[in-house]
């Protein structure tokens, strides 16, 4: 037994080691080193990049910039990753967070009551488990809901997903964002049904199919067949950083094999699912980023981070995991072009009937891949009306081969503009709307050009709005309703003034 202070045993978060600790006032605990036997005397130092135990050092001191105050230093000591939970420490959380989980845990559609399950059953089972898993992925539990019912009313097995095509995929999934997922849902339905259709039951099996990571594979593994293994995602990493106070950067990739070792050591091996699902409900309902509900969590008292709380003014729960820096998003700029094609007399008719709008289909790899989206380019930087106009007639004429050839402009407007966010990137989108009256009909043109090598096609307002679009593809689209509903009608304005005013190419 090693004895050390049990400020020594506070795991300092990085932006408080600027505060100094007097560790000769606090008492004193014991630490069990349990991987080596021995009498010798431990100091712990504290790594943003690993969990380490090491030989007693004399403390080094930091260089000091010009202007930077001194600080001091407390060191965060973390034994053996595998020896950080106690055999007692294990059971007390295992039995506290299952007694909790049967409690108050929250009723889903894909969690299941049945303690004991068919082969069949297990494997529907395991299916629910995959899609719902996949799709809580950056989303939250009351937006899946919705999208997980409809989901399941069309394809309730795996089979009825292998037959599915990629388009009536992504027209489910439209509005969840992050449409990689989907495609990977598909392709490993696919895959599945070409092994002979058993669902793989093992971790190894399951890291085999297309899209399916060690969570998915842990948590479909565990829920549905049982197997004890654990589950890491963010609810489980802010939980295990919160009970055991680790400071380490939480994105580091030897930090969060560590995090696996500790999830592998608490997963209960009789109820392995309902243990896994007990930590990350934890972490969704109680343990949460900023607002903790410490009182009501029932391991709150085995919650190092907690304890350390109490005891220092200085150190919050919320330190735990270390707040990262996200990486700053790039600005990117895309000019929109809404082509309206008209074969009536006016030009915002009542009933526009035979009014078609041109949309694309995305590349199959990137950003958004085999969506469907308006016309569009992408801008080096921001560029005013004639540049960006320049860039999409360029764009229309090698694309569809329109120009004024074979199309006159009925209508040229600039709509608005509003930035799109994705994880990455701010996109700032130009919206214009062009009308076009094409001379020798519309069927003479699409069959000139529908053998391009990019795939797109004409759609009218009905079968637009039924589509599975983007949620920045539907912003742009109402956008251009709401002009259309504000701009005077087209047969009270005369068609010479129109045609100076808009003049432009194609």
Request: charged share 25%.
């Amino acid at each position: 037994m090693t004895t050390v202070s049990l400020a020594a045993l506070v795991t300092v978060p990085i932006g408080h080691l600027c505060q100094k600790f007097e560790i000769s006032t606090v008492a004193s605990v014991g630490i069990q080193n349990t991987s080596e036997q021995t009498n010798k005397s431990f100091c712990f130092i504290f790594s943003p990049t690993s969990f380490s135990t090491m030989e007693p050092q004399k403390e080094r001191k930091q260089p000091v910039s010009k202007g930077e105050k001194q600080t001091t230093r407390a060191k965060v000591p973390l034994q053996d990753i595998e020896d950080l939970f106690s055999k007692k420490e294990t059971q007390k959380i295992r039995g506290s967070l299952l007694g909790w989980y049967d409690k108050y845990q929250r009723e889903l559609p894909w969690r299941s009551k049945e303690e004991k399950e068919t082969e069949e059953e297990s494997e529907t089972r395991a299916y629910q488990v995959w899609v719902s898993e996949v799709m809580l992925q950056q989303t939250r539990v009351q937006t899946v809901i919705d999208y997980y019912n409809r989901w399941m009313r069309r394809w309730p097995t795996l089979h009825h997903l292998a037959q599915a095509s990629l388009e009536e995929v992504n027209e489910m999934w439209a509005g969840l964002g992050y449409y990689r997922r989907a495609r990977f849902l598909l392709e490993g339905a696919k895959m599945v049904v070409a092994w002979g259709g058993e669902f793989p039951n093992t971790v190894s099996a399951l890291r085999k199919v297309r899209g399916i990571g060690d969570y998915t594979a842990g948590a479909i593994a565990s829920i549905a067949f049982g197997e004890a293994v654990p589950v890491v995602d963010g609810n489980v990493i802010r939980v295990l950083a919160r009970l055991k106070a680790i400071a380490a950067n939480p994105k580091d990739s030897i930090t969060i094999k560590n995090f696996w070792k500790l999830a592998t050591q608490l997963v209960d091996p009789c109820r392995p699912g309902d243990f896994n699902q007990s930590l990350m409900e934890l972490g969704a309902t109680l343990c949460t980023p900023s607002s903790p509900s410490c009182s009501s969590c029932p391991v709150s008292g085995q919650c190092r981070a907690l304890a350390t709380s109490k005891q220092d003014t200085f150190v919050q729960v919320t330190d735990y995991p270390t707040k990262v820096l996200k990486a700053k998003q790039r600005s990117d700029f895309s000019a929109v072009c809404v082509v309206e094609i008209l074969e009536g007399k006016n030009v915002y008719e009542e009933n526009q009937s035979d009014s078609r709008f041109i949309i694309v289909k995305r590349p199959d790899d990137g950003l958004l891949a085999g969506l469907w989206e308006f016309p569009s380019v992408m801008l080096d930087k921001e560029a005013d009306s004639s540049m960006r106009r320049e860039a999409i007639d360029q764009f229309l004429k090698k694309s569809f081969g329109l120009n004024p050839n074979i199309c006159s402009i009925v209508s040229r407007e600039y709509v608005g503009e509003f930035v799109h966010v994705f994880t990455h990137i701010r996109l700032k989108i130009y919206v214009e709307l062009l009308v076009l009256r094409l001379q020798g009909g519309k069927d003479d043109w699409f069959g000139k050009h529908k053998k391009k090598a990019m795939l797109w096609k004409c759609v009218d307002s009905k079968e637009l709005s039924s589509m599975g679009l983007t949620s920045g593809v539907k912003k742009v689209y109402a956008m251009i309703q709401k002009f259309k509903q504000n701009v005077v009608p087209a047969n009270s304005v005369p068609s010479r003034k129109r045609s100076r005013r808009n003049n432009g190419s194609p």
